[in-house]
């Protein structure tokens, strides 16, 4: 199966676990990925609170730069995800708005027709075009004993959602169930972990991942994970800013859910960029995973 | 419901709103059941409850609207578009709000305006988002205190190899910034 893959700005570098496991757990899957060529940034939600016109013209130009011979293109980052199919979208119900992003691509002699790239996000992709017969053959170190908790964030699963329940989702816990581990039922599961909000507002911020931390914590869960690069570095990064506001003690390894699913591929761990996480899995991987420490 | 005489539309404060949001005719549907603020995750943090926002666009109460914090505490989880009983695009219209406010030179949401500009700005720049430039200019110039706040934690993201000094650039970043320039004259950014 061929589709365009369209990375986004954190997984070049904050995120590069998360291309690097994406990229090796493709291979595994036979998912051949082939990156949009010189890709631009989507604007995450900056652009949208300033001018709708430029976010979507800048956006579209990631859609026009799709290979011709393919019709679907595919992003791990859910903020990508999102506007990339938002853009489509808006340009596909509203026509008039649809012939000024043209206008404004044709000042860089490209064009976008609506609609003729399908969006999807990579857990989509995995969970529906793969699905479990062939993930569960590929498994060769189940992931019997971990707690994992998934996590899904805001921006996949709600808005446009066409392939998970937008309350109370369960593909990724789904996923993991086929790769042996004990998956972790959590009611916050799909609640924000601030966004940009840690930039802006730590006590709005903090308090929202201390939520979600602790609610994990509380289930049982070894690790969270992670389709989301932004709820990534809030939960990891933050993580110790977090407990030095609270004075509290969270200690639990944040990693995306490609590297897992890398690991019970049986994937080598340096290979899935695991160490790159702030507060470190290894020590959850010694104790319960035998055979997939670094 | 909201309801507009026919004598008063294309008029009102809500006229600009509706105009401005896609989908946003749908606001005019509000029924002020409140499943909005109840859903936010940020709603304890804002001046006004979505609710209570779109209570005073009816009322026509620009100003508080405008300059209150509430679109800019939103962070875009589409919570409230999902359970609205009325399908009304509410993320959508709270970016609205947030572009009419900046548009106007009313924008009061704390250091919310200034991270989205500098946001933007490196990517007009270079056509790629830079973390670390990001963070080094929109904490210079808009929280430098926080600037020490925010060390250990740029280091450990720098020593585990998740940022970099040096900004990507894209190779055709002459036909990206053609595109921006042509889309800004089109849509008049604030």
Known sequence: ?294 | MITIPADKRGLTFLDDVVAETPGGERLVHCMQCGSCGGSCPNGPDMDHTPRTLFALIEAGQRDRVLKSNTMWRCVSCYSCTSRCPQNIPITDVMYALKRISLREGVANGSDAPALARTFTGLLDKYGRSFEFGLASRYYLFNKPLSMLKMGPLGLSMFTKGRMSLIPTKIRQLGQLQAIIKKAKEMGGEA
């Open chain 1, 1 to 294: 199966m061929k589709y365009a893959y369209y990375p986004g700005c954190s997984l070049e570098c904050s995120s590069a676990a998360y291309d690097i496991s994406v990229r090796e757990v493709a291979d595994v899957l036979q998912l051949h990925l082939r990156e949009v060529d010189d890709w631009n940034c989507c604007g995450a939600t900056e652009y949208f609170s300033q001018d709708e016109l430029t976010a979507c013209s800048v956006i579209a130009r990631n859609l026009a730069l799709v290979d011709p011979q393919l019709d679907q293109l595919v992003a791990p980052c859910a903020a990508c995800y999102l506007n990339l199919k938002k853009t489509d979208h808006l340009m596909a119900e509203e026509p008039a708005f649809g012939a000024k992003v043209n206008e404004a691509l044709a000042a860089g002699g490209l064009h976008y027709d609506a609609g003729r790239v399908r969006v999807r996000h990579l857990l989509d992709v995995v969970y529906t075009d793969i699905g479990e017969t062939a993930i569960r053959d590929k498994v060769v170190r189940p992931l019997t004993g971990l707690k994992v908790a998934p996590y899904y964030g805001c921006q996949v699963v709600r808005p446009l959602n066409s392939f998970d329940n937008p309350e109370h989702p369960t593909r990724l816990d789904e996923l993991f169930t086929w790769l042996g581990a004990d998956v972790v039922n959590y009611p916050l599961k799909s609640h924000c972990c601030g966004g940009h909000m840690t930039q802006i507002s730590e006590a709005q911020a903090f308090e929202l991942i201390r939520r979600l931390l602790q609610c994990a914590v509380e289930n049982g869960a070894d690790m969270i994970l992670c389709m989301c690069p932004m709820c990534q570095l809030n939960l990891d990064a933050y993580q110790r800013q977090v407990n030095n506001y609270f004075s509290t003690s969270y200690n639990i390894p944040i990693v995306f859910f490609t590297q897992m699913l890398g690991l019970a591929f049986g994937i080598e761990p340096g290979k899935l960029g695991i160490g790159k996480e702030i507060i470190p899995i290894e020590p959850v991987l010694r104790a319960k995973l035998s055979g997939a420490t670094a």
